[in-house]
Nanobody, 126 residues
């Protein structure tokens, strides 16, 4: 099992930026794809972005393409989500997640992820 700890959330005005971090421990980080999901009040958890185990493959939800960037550093056991041009609709709790299976390019279904962080709140004011 892997432990995931997110940080970097906060309150930002529309048009602003935030960088979320997710630190992993407890399992070999470098062979698992990682993902970011978000959940707003009253809504289901929603896929945001994923990155393959070696960092070569990335996937994004249509709603964040061109604004968000996922990246990872396997030497630091860390994955990041750079969020630019934030909008009020981006307000949610953001969760980091680790793939259940090894050596994948980055699934987008929450059921494919077996470990989750506690979440970090992102609030975008208009």
């Amino acid at each position: 099992q892997v432990q995931l700890v997110e940080s970097g959330g906060g309150l930002v005005q529309a048009g602003g930026s935030l960088r979320l971090s997710c630190a992993a421990s407890g399992r070999t980080f470098s062979i698992y794809a990682m993902g970011w999901f978000r959940q707003a009040p009253g809504n289901e958890r929603q896929f945001v972005a994923a990155i393959g185990w070696n960092g070569y493959s990335t996937k994004y939800a249509d709603s964040v393409k061109g604004r968000f960037t996922i990246s990872r550093d396997n030497a630091k056991n860390t994955v990041w989500l750079q969020m630019n041009s934030l909008q009020p609709d981006d307000t949610a709790v953001y969760y980091c997640a680790a793939d259940r299976s090894r050596y994948r390019s980055g699934p987008t279904d929450a059921n494919d992820f077996g470990s989750w962080g506690q979440g970090t709140q992102v609030t975008v004011s208009s």
